[in-house]
């Protein structure tokens, strides 16, 4: 008996999952429906007659269709097409990060409690099999490290910085005219795409529940040109890079953020070029685990929902989960990680100011590792940088408060954390 | 109700496997037996006193435990007890990739008649989950293309060869005494070990049925010193490289091999540093996936068996697989690819050599992409290298055919193909 599927949603990735699953009818899927506002203009030559094309979801809830594949995305109105098909007894496959992020554990009860399955494989790292990856290839590990490139947009704009020297605006603007990055890149650039999937990863790996604005993030639009060049001095790259990592000396503590930081450059996560994504997992017997490849797209997000979808045809009738450990809420979240950082000035240039620095930092307790600075800037906007030994970004962080208001700058000083591993 | 299991075969990952599963018992996974050959001389410490120890396969396979881990390795008696256990109604759970890539699809047959599950996650790769994320996570996709290092000993020896400059003697002395190779290191050396490694992946992932004596193999053991001195000149580096690419243009053909090669030192694949294994997988939809980290040791493989065991737990009842697409048998089988090559000679100098080689190679259509020799060896062993444009490799052993009689030769010339993405 082949599983019947109903799609909502008809954009890029719809029109992908479409393709594939028609290309041969020999499989355990069928789809039958397809949903989408304004159905007219959405519709697309070449699938066969049988499809059922509607513009009322109501029509796909109604029907006999076993799975429904929710490909609308945003909160509303998915989360409550979600629910309502559950509650219809339909299994989901959803590649909506933002619903997963926020809704995923109460939705993964609702499933539960119903008998069906709720998928997601496609919310993360669109083709890469990172949750399947994570949840049931490392289910006999205990992980308590996910670290990785989780936003393609943000990956292209800094290794493009990188490699020409331009500007975040001008090569945003080239993102943009060649559909790499959106009109309101805010998301991508700011980190909330990958904080969504961050999120998702800490509950799937570390069976960690917690909230999106419970964790930091930090734009990439901080990152200037010339900090490229002073992370090319120190062997480094600069990435937009998502950690979550788990504690449990005294109670269990996440640390996690989304930010810019230095990753040397010839680490695996620096080797992610273009809007390609990855997810490293580390685990207490298994060591560290990669899981690499194109994050986005629409064919490659198409095959982590049609995979999604083998896995409900292979478990008919299987329970919806029984993974090891269920997940905890953790005693505390925070952004702060114990690691070097790279702190860049920009100053009018007079004597006195490293010692000023210097004196600050050393009331901290903060070691410096080294001072840079490249020939041939102007003395009234002179840019140089220090790397500091392994310190808590907090102690840092008050250290930089009180550095902020001295006279010399001529813009903020940036500090960023850099991940050795 | 927990899943029962007996271990047989204490050795290293057997011992990794009950630790980790006894570390606690609020899971749905419960060792009850442990079966080695010598039994007194193997018991542990610290393990559950419920725990039957016993040197008698028989007492297990009569006992009620729900699952056989299968940890003796080697064709037979393994799978003997592999057979006897799917036919007494229990389940099995094996990392041996000897008896996979050997029976794995008669003795698959047999677990689906019999209605349990069969289970190798650990065969490939340690405790990397290449097999669940190629086999379940790309479902969805068309894969044509496994690629990778599946050798943790060549790789280290490989490496090791290319930092020190020491010859492959000496290195292989160094991790015998290290416990990184064994005592008769062949199976690693020649390519035998990947190779049954890379027909399970075959099955997996590319769904072809292929018999380990149809690929192929080329042993490490070719590789000189001198060749990582010019490969580094070529901006390349050297390693053991198993490929299986599905072909469908006139028929399925099916091109595997497990050689030593050259690989871009930029690229993915030779960033694998010492143990490491990485498995790249290619497919029509997602493009190119890579899973990485550690192939082998106890810990990383008990972590993949354990998530076999778990993957058990979760589909009590399921039907034993689903996949898209039964695997088939290919109509050909070659170890040939249309790729550059690296030719490297050790010749008697005098005039004329490379008018030979050239005239030879021009014959073929064979065209020379650079010649490169480096400053300093002898005339009596004059060590030099070209590099060929993408030519077929049958092509191309035809020509060294006619080269290889030429009376200049101090050892026979070394070919290895390069390998560019």
Known sequence: MKLKIGIIGFGTVGRSVAKILCRDDSGPLLLTHICNRNMERKKIEGLPAHIHWTSDVNEVLASDVDVVLELIGGLE?????????????????????????????????????????????ASVAGGIPAIIGIQEGLAGDRLYRIAGILNGTSNFILTKMEATG????????????????????????DGIDARAKL????????????????IPCRSISLVEAVDFMYARELKCAIRQISVAQKDTVNGVRLRAAVQPALVPADSLIAHAQ????????????????????????????????????????????????????AAEVPDSVTGDFTVPHYLRFVVRDRPGIVAALATILAKYDISID????????????????????????????????????????????????????
Chains 1, 2 share one sequence.
């Not at 098909?85 to 619903?99: F, Q």
């Not at 003395?379 to 930089?400: I, Q, W, Y």
């Open 166 to 189: 331009a500007t975040l605006e001008a090569t945003l603007k080239e993102a943009q005219e060649r559909g790499y990055a959106e009109a309101d890149p805010s998301a991508d650039i």
């Open 77 to 121: 109105p998915a989360g409550d097409l979600v629910r309502r098909a559950l509650r219809g007894g339909k299994s989901v496959v959803t590649a909506n990060k933002l619903l997963i992020s926020e809704h995923g554990p109460e939705l993964a009860d609702l499933a539960r409690k119903v008998g069906r399955r709720l998928e997601f494989g």
């Open 199 to 214: 999120v998702i990863l800490a509950q799937a790996g570390l069976r960690l529940r917690v909230r999106s604005e419970q």
């Open 274 to 325: 273009g809007n390609q994504n990855i997810v490293m997992a580390t685990g207490e017997f298994a060591g560290r685990m990669i899981f690499a490849g194109y994050g986005a797209g629409g064919d490659p997000t198409a095959v982590a929902v049609i995979s999604d979808l083998y896995a409900i045809a292979r478990s008919a009738g299987a329970p919806p989960e029984a993974l090891p450990g």
């Open 370 to 421: 080294a001072l840079l600075q490249k020939p041939g800037f102007p003395h009234s906007a002179l840019s140089f940088v220090m790397t500091l030994e392994a310190c808590d970004s907090a102690e840092l962080n008050r250290a930089l408060a009180e550095i902020a208001p001295l006279d010399f700058h001529v813009e903020p000083p940036l500090c960023l954390p850099v991940f050795v591993d």
